[in-house]
């Protein structure tokens, strides 16, 4: 007896004694629970919109959810939240993207999504977002395999769209260039991010500091000359 007494005392502990948690185990657990009921949510908001053939919220689904949102389907602000889901397909939402960008936006409800978007915008509003935003509206826009460039009346709602705000008379003048000339049928990506540079670095209108000599693409030595011959 006195031995069994002595291992007792000196033995394993009791396999019944409770487990404790440190207050950071609770928290992750609480965490971890808090954030698989916003992911189903996330989840059940998708499905809400999506097409039941083919899995995917569609064009139709994406007006309907503007429609809930009170947002036109043309606000550049769709365009954002696609930007923000990395949307690959134009029109379509498919559930990966659509679980990306609602989770980033801490929106699982049709109420909290339209609520994110001035947050949406003012983030890709800051410099170092908007050069990637500018190019994506473009990647967005090839809407065919291999496309890589994009018919003059597109670009030119693509251009009011995305940079209008920015950049009013810049894009007035050349959506007026690009709608009266006739050397260009489609604009490419190269073309594209050279008229974002040159909002940003030309003097307009007076246009004193463009040198054609920069390997500026040559619609805009064209769109430049054409702007002159205006003034002049």
């Not at 809407?143 to 009013?168: A, H, P």
Request: charge should be neutral.
């Amino acid at each position: 007896m006195m031995r069994r007494s002595a291992s007792k005392k000196t033995g394993q502990p009791n396999s019944t004694n409770p487990i404790t948690y440190s207050p950071s185990d609770l928290f992750r657990t609480a965490s971890s629970k808090a954030s698989s009921k916003e992911m189903e949510r996330i989840d059940n908001l998708f499905y809400a919109y999506a097409n039941r053939s083919s899995g995917m919220i569609d064009p139709e689904g994406i007006e309907t959810l503007c429609s809930d949102m009170e947002v036109d389907h043309t606000d550049v602000r769709i365009l954002m939240l696609a930007w923000k889901m990395r949307a690959e397909k134009q029109g379509y939402f498919i559930l990966e993207e659509w679980r990306r960008g609602l989770k980033a936006l801490r929106a699982d409800t049709v109420s909290k999504l339209r609520k994110a978007l001035p947050e949406l915008e003012k983030e890709i509003r800051r410099p170092s977002n908007f050069v990637d935003f500018y190019s994506y509206s473009f990647r967005y826009c090839l809407t065919e395999e291999k496309q890589k460039s994009i018919d003059i009346e597109s670009i030119c709602q693509l251009l009011d769209l995305v940079l209008g705000s920015q950049f009013r008379a810049q894009v007035d003048y050349f959506i007026d260039y690009l709608k009266i000339q006739s050397d260009y049928k489609v604009i490419n990506m190269d073309q594209w991010m050279g008229f974002f540079r040159f909002c940003n670095e030309i003097s307009f209108p007076d246009l004193n500091n463009y040198n054609p000599d920069l390997a500026w693409p040559l619609v805009l030595d064209n769109f430049v000359e054409w702007m002159q011959a205006k003034q002049s």
